[in-house]
């Protein structure tokens, strides 16, 4: 691969005598990984019913290598959200991050979500996970993958880091920061990545990075846990971006991330104060591990008094159709009816502690349940894949052997038994959509944005 003049020359100074070896990495097939959806399977199960060769990766408990010969974008497995797919070294952040059941989390720079999906997958359905991507046409396809994953506990919001911030100071118990960088990490494994790094360098990102910094250091609580990462190697985006960091705010020490074998320490002598605390980050080069390049620090706040108070959102009281509550019945939950909110005729189920969110720029606030038409409620896809099958009354499940999985993910009618009504279509036990039964034939009702191509 030809590098940029600059790059390569700073390269060769970083890495001394490695530098052949890194380069020869970039002649190689870069490498493919899943990551498992816990919210949804265990591990130990998927691997029971998967249908690739997998190998672990190392530093990602549910992460796992594939061959380039198959595609798992492909497999019914993939469309219940049994999995993400994502580059292995990408798993390294949202991995490491120690988020807890009943967190309040943020992930600033979200789309397309491959973080967001295992941040969600942590948090099981309780807590907050706010999704932000400043770009609104990146945030829908950081929804879908949310609304695939089943996410029930979620607001994804489009917003510049400085609306964040005045929106949620001292809010979050733990923040991923993906920051935009440089990519020199992904070389190897997008090539359009080298031309835009002879476009832009590395200076336009560090000024993006300390502006993010600058707000989310305001948004996390005493006592939270800040993970920065970037997919590039530059020391003025890394090293130097955690001198920054830990200027804006005293209260902020950097904590020891585990080593796995192929993993590098962050580099004193790259940090601008020489700072030796710098080794407790990770780098992550691609000549030394089966994936491209990452850097990742995790930051603890000490502990002290919250400084905001908490304006919390609070809907409407409404009085839903009988046809909604009839449907809404149908479902084992144990429905908060002061956490139902209507937007004109579409109905969401809100998180259980939600702040208040009016004036943002809002793609998804909560889990959205469907909508209000004619005398009847259509349920949404969202709302399949947060169920489980056994949590609604009329669900029919087909081995993924059966031809008739594959026919209603492309959108046909199939024949089915069962019972008349809206059914819960699934597969092995897994949620898919909804269909409408009659005498036998069911009415597909899958998302027609999301049919098998």
């Avoid at 700073?10 to 020869?24: D, N, S």
């Avoid at 970039?26 to 899943?34: K, N, R």
């Avoid at 030394?288 to 905001?308: C, T, Y």
């Amino acid at each position: 691969m030809k590098l940029p003049e600059r790059f390569e020359l700073r390269m060769k100074e970083m890495l001394g005598e490695e530098f052949p070896e890194y380069q020869e990495s970039l002649d190689t097939p870069s490498f493919h990984g899943l990551r498992v959806n816990t919210g949804k399977i265990s591990v130990e199960e998927f691997l029971r019913i998967s249908p690739f060769s997998l190998k672990p990766v190392p530093w990602c408990s549910n992460g796992f290598y594939y061959e380039d010969t198959v595609q798992p974008a492909k497999h019914p497995y993939y469309f219940a959200g049994l999995y993400y797919i994502q580059e292995p070294s990408a798993m390294t952040p949202a991995s490491v991050i120690p988020v807890e059941e009943g967190d309040r989390v943020l992930d600033i720079c979200a789309a397309p979500g491959g973080k967001s999906t295992e941040l969600a997958a942590k948090l099981n359905g309780t807590g907050l996970l706010v999704s932000n991507d400043i770009s609104n046409s990146r945030a829908k396809a950081l929804l879908k993958n949310l609304e695939l994953f089943g996410v029930p506990n979620m607001l994804v919001v489009s917003e510049p880091s400085n609306v964040i911030a005045d929106y949620f100071q001292g809010f979050f118990d733990k923040i991923l920061i993906d920051a935009p960088c440089s990519g020199e990490g992904m070389f190897r494994k997008a090539n359009t990545m080298v031309k835009a790094w002879e476009s832009n360098g590395v200076e336009m990102f560090v000024n993006l990075q300390q502006s993010i910094l600058r707000e989310m250091v305001k948004c996390l609580r005493p006592g939270g846990t800040l993970v920065y990462s970037t997919c590039t190697f530059s020391p003025e985006e890394n090293e130097q971006a955690m001198d920054y960091l830990l200027e804006l705010d005293s209260d902020l020490e950097l904590v020891e991330l585990p080593m796995y074998e192929g993993f590098d320490k962050g580099h004193p002598e790259w940090s601008l104060t020489k700072n030796p605390e710098v080794q407790k980050c990770r780098r992550l080069w691609p000549h030394h591990i089966q994936g491209e390049g990452h850097f990742v620090a995790m930051l603890h706040k000490k502990e002290g008094m919250d400084g905001h108070g908490v304006n919390w959102y609070r809907p409407t009281k409404i009085k839903l159709p009988e046809e909604v509550l009839k449907f809404l019945n149908g479902i084992h939950w144990d429905w908060d009816m002061s956490r139902m909110e209507l937007q004109k005729e579409r109905l969401y189920y809100l998180p259980k502690e939600m702040p208040n969110i009016k004036g943002l720029r809002l793609l998804r606030n909560g889990l959205f349940l469907g909508e209000l038409k004619k005398n009847r409620f259509e349920p949404s896809q969202s709302l399949a894949m947060a169920l489980r099958m056994e949590e609604y009354e009329n669900a029919i499940s087909l081995p993924v052997s059966d031809e008739r999985v594959l026919r209603y993910l492309k959108g046909e009618t199939i024949e089915l038994e069962g019972r008349n009504g809206m059914v819960l279509f699934g597969v092995d036990g897994f949620p898919l959509g909804w269909g409408k039964l009659a005498n036998g034939t069911l009415k597909n009702k899958y998302l027609a944005g999301w049919r098998w191509q």
